[in-house]
């Protein structure tokens, strides 16, 4: 609350509005791609970036303090335990049949 | 010897987490991270500890900085490829073989893949990785093995 | 500055919101865990957004610890789809 540091804010601002909008396009993506290895693709990357980012920007914003520490620290977090969850998943559906969907074919029903 | 050095991380976190540094709580941390330190050498220890010489610390620090490049590039391919209403995708599995001796590199390796644009690593089976690319134009950047050679040199050699 | 981390803060739980859609219809139960996971990376950002504006320090850790659990459910989800069992070797 006590940032007045207007280029420090600026920063913030930015690196927030980028995180949100790759939090939209994972969004999107989770909601358009035809199957489910396209969509965990859209999941991983665009929620690390955004995750990323946007946290970030909110450590930037606090400052040199306890609570922006805290917040690199879940930036680590997220950067190790995205990739491997969404790898673990895509192993589980490989391993239980799960056919990858190919270009041409129509999207698979429920 | 094990215990100590699973006690390190865990206290560095501990002090992250407190964000003080008076005796009462370093003393805590020490404590709970020598208890806990004992327990994880004893269960989770693999056969192969991941330790790094100075060199390959100085390395993973290039190799880190250039992964997060690719990160950034990866979520904004997936962007074009959401973004475009004929959704340009045509996505094939490969299997591609390397020639990893440590359980790290292979770890490193396939949440690499998984963070650079258009791969995903989907089952790994000893030094055999299946990869799901979202084009066949993905599959080639990694059967260059441009990304392979990064990961041998730093955990490896 | 606060009017602009509540708005980014309803923005992600929008996002949060049109990612259980995908949950709901899934068509596998991979793609639910998938959607769920999603969903609560959401969460954890809006819950730092929260800290950020009330300065509340606690709220950082709970996000922590939300992420940590987000990471063992889907492993734990993930290993029991595979194997359909909780206890043993992993395979």
């Not at chain 1, 199957?35 to 690390?48: E, L, N, S």
Request: aromatic letters at 10%; one cysteine or more; a neutral charge.
């Amino acid at each position: 609350m006590t940032s007045l540091d207007p280029i420090r804010t600026a920063v913030a601002v930015v690196l927030v509005s980028v995180g949100g909008l790759f939090f939209l396009i994972g969004t999107i993506g989770l909601l358009r791609l035809p199957d489910f290895f396209t969509r965990t693709h859209a999941a991983t990357k665009c929620d690390t970036v955004g995750a990323g980012s946007l946290l970030i920007g909110l450590a930037v914003y606090d400052g040199a303090s306890t609570s922006a520490l805290k917040i690199l620290v879940l930036v680590l977090l997220v950067l190790v335990s995205s990739p491997t969850s969404g790898h673990a998943l895509a192993r589980a559906a490989y391993r239980t049949g799960l056919k990858p969907w190919r270009a041409g074919e129509e999207r698979e029903v429920s | 010897m094990r215990t100590t050095k699973a006690a390190i991380p865990l206290l560095a976190f501990w002090l992250a987490i407190t964000g003080s540094l008076k005796p009462v709580d370093v003393a805590l941390g020490v404590i709970f991270s020598l208890i806990l330190g004992a327990w994880a050498a004893r269960y989770l220890w693999g056969e192969d500890a991941p330790v790094l010489t100075l060199r390959q610390a100085g390395r993973f620090v290039i190799y880190f900085a250039h992964l997060l490049w690719d990160i950034v590039r990866a979520a904004i391919q997936v962007g074009e490829v959401v973004l475009d209403p004929r959704m340009p995708i045509a996505p094939i599995v490969i299997a591609h073989r390397t020639s990893f001796s440590r359980d790290v590199s292979r770890v490193a390796f396939a949440n690499s893949i998984t963070l650079t644009p258009g791969t995903l690593t989907v089952d790994v089976d000893g030094n055999t990785f299946y990869i799901h690319c979202l084009a066949e134009r993905f599959a080639d950047d990694i059967a260059s093995g441009d990304l392979e050679r990064r990961i041998l040199r730093v955990f490896e050699r | 500055m606060d009017v602009f981390f509540w708005s980014t803060a309803i923005f992600l739980l929008v996002n949060a919101f049109a990612c259980l859609y995908r949950a709901y219809d899934g068509p596998t139960v991979v793609d639910r865990v998938l959607a769920i996971n999603i969903v609560v990376t959401k969460t954890l950002v809006v819950l730092v957004l929260l800290a950020t504006v009330f300065g509340r320090g606690l709220l950082l850790d709970v996000a922590l610890v939300y992420g940590l659990l987000n990471f063992v459910l889907t492993v734990v989800a993930t290993r029991y789809i595979e194997t359909e069992r909780l206890t043993g070797d992993w395979s």
